[in-house]
């Protein structure tokens, strides 16, 4: 696996130790930093791996507006060297990538063959990554995923919660839908599928099961704050012109993981279900005293 700290490196990193027969290596910064070109060949070559998860992205959306050539770097010729690096090693590649490729027009769900249209340098650079990676090693499979969170890193749950904590009212968007998922839930699907050896060359989603607009999902999690007696304060819709940032955002990018569902058997929990055990998580670690 690429990637050392983020939310679907640290949860893969914790899932695998419960999925048999399964040893994960982690391959991050500074052996494998996907800004230094080379720099994934000779850190995959080390660890003669059967399958490689590139858990390692630039993911900063809005930042990337101002530095595409970064972006594109990690997100697209990054991707496309380590999975030209796990081919050289005899290995497939499963490619993580965003439902920011899509532009949000469509009223369904999307599914793998929906058409692309990223709207800003974030999903324009995870889309060269997934052609890369196509490219680089016929062993591959595209995963895109969407709205990640866990109980580790910069994410949406761990802000409203802070941020329920400072303020009286939080106000969220309210006319963005798509599928919240947990990078535990996220990590579990991977590694099934990665078992099971199937899936090289074909594109997949896998999300949470279910949608929501960012303001429902804030909602949720100060809910469930609310049961465990954690800060919670009202949460009130907004547009998203009232909430201007850099990089335009799909206005629906709700993903359809039925082809990941059929082809592995696996599914994703409701992403209330999920949302909840991670405020739960979350809260038993504040309350635990620092040791
Ligand atoms: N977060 C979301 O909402 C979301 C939504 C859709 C798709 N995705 C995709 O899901 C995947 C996992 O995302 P995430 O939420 O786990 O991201 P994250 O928490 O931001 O973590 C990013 C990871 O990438 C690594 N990384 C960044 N720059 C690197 C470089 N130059 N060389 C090597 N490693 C580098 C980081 O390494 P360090 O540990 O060294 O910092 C970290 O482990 C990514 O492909 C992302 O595009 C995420």
Not at 201 to 208: I, K, P, R, S
Not at 219 to 244: K, N
Request: glycine share 8%; hydrophobic share 45%.
């Amino acid at each position: 696996m690429t990637g050392t700290g983020g939310q679907l490196a640290q949860s893969l990193a914790e899932r695998a130790l419960l999925h048999d027969g399964v040893e994960l290596v982690v391959c991050g910064r500074p052996q494998l930093d996907l800004e230094i070109p080379g720099s994934a060949k000779s850190a995959i070559a080390a660890f003669a791996p059967d399958v490689v998860i590139n858990a390692a992205a630039y993911t900063a959306v809005d930042q990337a507006e101002d530095e595409p050539e970064r972006a594109f770097r990690i997100n697209g010729d990054g991707a496309g060297e380590v999975a030209a690096a796990a081919a050289a090693a005899g290995a497939a590649v499963i490619q993580l990538s965003t439902d920011y490729v899509f532009d949000g027009r469509s009223s369904e769900p999307y599914r793998e063959d929906a058409t692309v249209n990223p709207l800003g340098v974030y999903g324009r650079s995870k889309l060269a990554g997934e052609e890369q990676a196509r490219a680089a090693n016929p062993r591959h499979a595209i995963v895109r995923t969407a709205w990640v969170y866990s109980p580790f890193g910069r994410n949406f749950v761990r802000s409203i919660m802070a941020a329920a904590g400072v303020r009286d009212v939080l106000t969220v968007v309210d006319d963005q839908r798509g599928s919240p998922t947990s990078a535990l839930d996220l990590a579990d699907g991977l590694l099934a599928m990665a078992a099971t050896g199937a899936g090289w060359g074909e594109t997949f989603h896998l999300a949470g099961r279910g949608q929501a607009s960012w303001c429902e999902f804030a909602r949720e999690i100060m809910a469930q704050c609310a049961v465990r007696g954690l800060p919670h304060v009202p949460v009130e819709p907004i547009r998203s012109e009232d909430w201007p940032t850099r990089a335009a955002r799909p206005r629906n990018s709700v993903l359809d993981s039925g082809k990941f569902e059929r082809t592995f058997g696996f599914a994703m929990p409701d992403w209330r279900i999920s949302a909840r055990a991670v405020v739960e998580r979350l809260a038993r670690e504040q309350a635990a005293p620092a040791a």
